[in-house]
């Protein structure tokens, strides 16, 4: 059952959200998906998360938007928070762990990126993993040609007015980072069969690439993608996606 969420006024809530040390409830399927994003930043941040258990048909009507993810946060005090919908969750934890820059500028570059790369990996999301299985090798490749060459070319000209440091804004890891690389390996992981090209690499996206290997480098976020947790969200995913 899902946890019973604290009651209280604005002021007291906000003030609970100012908590560092938190502990966090996921309810998502069984899956990297959604809850991925979620699941590093708390690997990043060092915090404590469990996974609930869900029987979506029967708890959906539940939900306060009748959709997933939702993440519950206890904070030391006691309150209970229940957050929903994922650029909202995923902003919110990226705040908690100064991942949303220095200030407000860094903020607003860091969410542009953010977003950029959503709606991309939203596209291949829909065109190619949950296109037609028969024909999965040829939307990928008009993924490619329609959104993915556009989205190569911006990013990796961004990285490198920033320096080609391997991070998106300043030189420390930011969700922009966190996002795009998460793109990156789902776009390997979730690659069609008969598509043999390889689209990132150090050689033909080195910026990109840069960013995705400060990422994985991190220890808490590396300790995670290496855990037995991990590798069994990967073949849920493969077995539930048909890959």
């Known amino acids: 059952m899902f946890p019973s969420v604290t009651k209280a006024t604005s002021k007291t809530l906000t003030e609970a959200m100012e908590s560092s040390n938190s502990t966090y409830k996921l309810y998502y399927f069984n899956v990297h998906g959604r809850g991925e994003i979620f699941r590093i930043l708390w690997a990043y941040g060092g915090a404590k998360w469990e996974e609930l258990p869900i029987d979506w048909p029967a708890e959906k009507k539940l939900t306060p938007f009748q959709c997933v993810p939702v993440v519950y946060e206890t904070t030391p005090d006691g309150t209970v928070l229940q ?11 990226a705040k908690k762990f100064n991942l949303l820059g220095k200030n407000e500028w860094e903020q607003l570059q ?7 790369t959503e709606g991309t990996q939203y596209a291949y999301h829909l065109q190619v993993v949950k296109g037609d299985f028969e024909k999965r090798a040829e939307n990928f490749r008009k993924f490619y040609d329609e959104h993915l060459t556009r989205f190569i070319e911006v990013h990796e000209n961004h990285l490198k007015n920033n320096g080609s440091n391997g991070f998106y804004v300043g030189e420390s890891l930011s969700l922009a980072d966190i996002k795009a690389t998460i793109f990156i390996d789902r776009m390997t992981f979730l690659r069609p069969k008969d598509v043999q090209e390889v689209v990132f690499s150090a050689e033909k996206t080195p910026n990109l690439w840069k960013v995705r ?12 993608k290496n855990s037995q947790r991990h590798k069994e969200l990967s073949v849920n995913t493969h077995k539930t996606l048909n890959f």
């Not at 957050?83 to 934890?93: A, D, F, G, N």
């Not at 860091?110 to 950029?116: A, G, L, N, P, T």
């Open 110 to 116: 860091i969410e542009q990126i953010q977003s950029s």
């Open 83 to 93: 957050i929903c919908e994922t650029e909202v969750i995923e902003r919110y934890l």
């Open 213 to 224: 290997e400060n990422v994985h480098a991190h220890p808490n976020i590396a300790e995670w």
